[in-house]
């Protein structure tokens, strides 16, 4: 469901321009799957706090790992609750989602 967004960037080798993809196909799907819209925004934040960080800015091996594993995570909790259908499970994982971006803005 969700994990096609990980697939992308994997072959796109985890580029500026593969989370970018990942961020606008994301708004894309929010017309065709309504009843995904949350976690699309979701995705689409994240891939596009990565374009906003790193575009035309140096990015380490370890911050792009980084960025790859918290990306994953982010994905990876939303495609299972979704997968799994229920209400509970999806709030939750919106909730989680959230919770974990949240915990990367520096203020």
């Known amino acids: 469901m969700f994990d096609t967004f990980l697939k992308d960037l994997n072959e796109q080798g985890g580029s500026v321009r593969a989370y970018e993809g990942c961020a606008v196909k994301a708004h894309q ?42 990306f994953s995570e982010i994905v990876n909790t939303l ?12 709030f939750a994982a919106l909730n989680k989602a959230s919770a974990r971006l949240a915990a990367t803005i520096k203020s």
Request: aromatic share 8%; net charge negative.
């Open 29 to 70: 799907r929010i017309t065709s799957e309504p009843e995904n819209a949350a976690a699309l925004l979701l995705i689409a934040y994240a891939a596009q706090r990565f374009v906003e960080a790193y575009d035309d800015q140096p990015l380490t091996m370890t911050a792009a790992d980084e960025e790859l594993e918290l």
């Open 79 to 90: 495609d299972a609750a979704y997968k799994d259908g229920s209400d509970d499970k999806k």
